[in-house]
């Protein structure tokens, strides 16, 4: 059972900088795709970066430029370094990966999310 524990998030001022971290337990890191969603107050889930096994990564277009996904395959850790953060970007982040043993291949698992909140 793939098990997801994101951290990382807080309050930060418009322009400032966050890195969110995501450890992943319970399968094989290494073959995963790795993606970050997030979820504003009153708005529906929205992909924010995805960066597969082999370490293509993909941007929402709002973010692309000032987020950078990357993962680290010896700590079974993904992370998303989040640069000149604008209020628009506040909301929930969520973890989310896709099993790929053959008991859970293509399940989804999400983790339960860390706040970021920005403003002055």
């Known amino acids: 059972q793939v098990q997801l524990v994101e951290s990382g998030g807080g309050l930060v001022q418009p322009g400032g900088s966050l890195r969110l971290s995501c450890i992943f337990s319970?399968?094989?890191?290494?073959?995963?795709?790795m993606s970050w969603y997030r979820q504003a107050p009153g708005k529906q889930r929205e992909l924010v970066a995805h960066?597969?096994?082999?370490?293509?990564?993909d941007y929402a277009d709002s973010v692309n430029g000032r987020f950078t996904i990357s993962r680290d395959n010896a700590k079974s850790t993904v992370y998303l370094q989040m640069d000149s953060l604008k209020p628009e970007d506040t909301a929930v982040y969520y973890c989310?990966?896709?099993?790929?043993?053959?008991?859970?291949?293509?399940?989804?698992?999400w983790g339960k999310g860390t706040l970021v909140t920005v403003s002055s």
């Open positions: 960066i597969s096994s082999g370490l293509i990564t």
């Open positions: 319970g399968s094989v890191f290494g073959l995963s795709d």
């Open positions: 989310k990966t896709q099993g790929v043993l053959s008991a859970d291949y293509g399940l989804e698992y």
